[in-house]
């Protein structure tokens, strides 16, 4: 898994905002790659506003990382199903994103370093 799968400290400060509101800002985030996808930003849960963000009954599992919950996000005017994810106990290997949450960077949200 080590030449599948990099996790390592995200360079710099990284914010998601989503409907006219900024849900998170950290100098804490992790940066996972996964063989030729692109990178994916993990935020811990403490640099995020958990308000705006319920649990949805999603689940997924993925060979490397294992079970992922998803999270939908709440904004004034709509709910952004399943767009953000958590490995809450990741597979060995993997355990730094236990806990982060991730976001599908979408036209309604934005995945952006500072």
């Given at each position: 898994?080590?030449?599948?799968?990099?996790?390592?400290p995200?360079?710099?400060?990284?914010v998601?905002?989503?409907?006219?509101?900024?849900?998170?800002?950290?100098?804490?985030?992790?940066?996972?790659?996964?063989?030729?996808?692109?990178?994916?930003?993990?935020?811990?849960?403490e640099?995020?506003?958990?308000?705006?963000?319920?649990?949805?009954?999603?689940?997924?599992?993925?060979?490397?990382?294992?079970?992922?919950?998803?999270?939908?996000?709440?904004?004034?005017?709509?709910?952004?199903?399943?767009?953000?994810?958590s490995?809450?106990?990741?597979?060995?290997?993997?355990?730094?994103?236990?806990?982060?949450?991730?976001?599908?960077?979408?036209?309604?949200?934005?995945?952006?370093?500072?």
């Amino acid at each position: 898994m080590a030449d599948y799968i990099t996790i390592r400290p995200a360079d710099g400060t990284w914010v998601i905002r989503a409907g006219g509101a900024v849900l998170g800002e950290s100098d804490r985030a992790l940066e996972l790659t996964e063989g030729s996808y692109y990178p994916v930003i993990y935020f811990p849960r403490e640099d995020l506003a958990m308000a705006f963000l319920e649990p949805s009954e999603t689940t997924s599992h993925c060979p490397h990382k294992g079970d992922a919950v998803y999270f939908s996000i709440e904004t004034k005017s709509t709910t952004l199903t399943d767009a953000a994810w958590s490995y809450e106990n990741p597979k060995a290997g993997c355990e730094p994103i236990a806990g982060y949450i991730a976001f599908y960077a979408t036209d309604q949200v934005a995945v952006e370093q500072l």
